[in-house]
Every structure is written in structure tokens, then in C-alpha cells.
């Protein structure tokens, strides 16, 4: 039963995510929170669960990375 409540939780949160337009960050936290749950109770992780945590991941790195490099301007 707990996998299946946890399967809700996630779709509520990508039903959110689509109307609200809410933050990526939140999702990835919320995703994270609940793999993390699922491993305390010794529950087996969803393979589509573990792949979004780590394209999101991948995508939050990109990101810095791309800030990283943008030249700042340098105090006169």
C-alpha cells in the first residue's frame, strides 16, 4: 500500500507542477524526500523515479555550469 500512496504523491505533485508552473527545485526536493522515505522502509525505488532524480540533477549542474561562465564584470 505504501507504494501505490506514494505513486499518488507523485503525480499529485506533477499535477501541481503543470498548473501551478512550480519550481523545479521543489519537484526534485519532494522526489527526493520520497526515495528517500521509500529506501528507509526498505522499499524497491521506481526506475522512472531514480531516472527524473538524476536528469534533474544532471540539468540543475548544466545550469551552474552555464552561470559559472558567463564573464562577470570586473569592479572599477
Not at 1 to 17: C, G, L, R, S, V
Not at 21 to 40: F, P, T
Request: proline residues 7%.
Amino acid at each position: 500500500m505504501a507504494f501505490e500512496a506514494a505513486q499518488a504523491q507523485i503525480m499529485k505533485w506533477f499535477d501541481e507542477t503543470d498548473s501551478v508552473g512550480s519550481d523545479l527545485h521543489v519537484l526534485y526536493a519532494q522526489i527526493r524526500q520520497e526515495l528517500d522515505q521509500m529506501k528507509a522502509q526498505g522499499l524497491p525505488l521506481p526506475d522512472d523515479l531514480i531516472e527524473l532524480e538524476a536528469r534533474l540533477e544532471e540539468r540543475f549542474a548544466q545550469e551552474k555550469r552555464a552561470s559559472e561562465a558567463v564573464p562577470r564584470p570586473k569592479p572599477q
